[in-house]
């Protein structure tokens, strides 16, 4: 005759695997699912990238090409910005409110401490286009704005 508890634990494991093979095929099943569907949304992204890298060329046989300003990259030279400031006769302070910094900034720049952010590269690339006179308005129009600040604090 057999153990008892034998056959009970056998009959116990039996069953528990019978269980757990239910529970596990229902999450077999799901998961297939959701990678069937995955699939077939990254069918779908493949073909709308296709579709508008497609559009994209279309577009930009026809376009007008960019501008050549922005299209170039405007690189800052230490040197270059001292060259500027002394070339309009302006001191690092008025150059500094031109630019829109403080004139520690400046200082900074030309010494290769720091450098500037890309907005104020772009500012600075604006200014080279300017002459002595016209560096001298601006420079009028913009202290009386700095001058009002100043005394509200």
Do not use: C
């Amino acid at each position: 005759m057999p153990n008892i508890g034998a056959v009970l634990k056998q009959e116990i494991a039996r069953l528990s695997r019978r269980e757990i093979r239910s529970q596990v095929q229902a999450t077999k099943k799901a998961s297939a699912q959701y990678r069937r569907h995955i699939a077939a949304l990254r069918r779908q992204i493949g073909t709308l990238e296709r579709q508008v890298a497609l559009l994209q060329r279309r577009v930009g046989d026809g376009a007008a090409a960019p501008p050549a300003e922005a299209a170039r990259k405007v690189r800052f030279v230490a040197k270059g910005l001292k060259s500027q400031r002394a070339r309009l006769g302006l001191s690092a302070g008025e150059y500094a409110t031109l630019v829109g910094v403080s004139p520690q900034s400046i200082y900074n720049w030309e010494h290769g401490h720091t450098s500037p952010r890309p907005a104020q590269v772009a500012v600075m690339a604006q200014l080279r286009a300017l002459g002595k006179r016209e560096a001298r308005s601006r420079l009028a129009q913009l202290q009386p704005k700095r001058a009002a600040r100043t005394r509200r604090r």
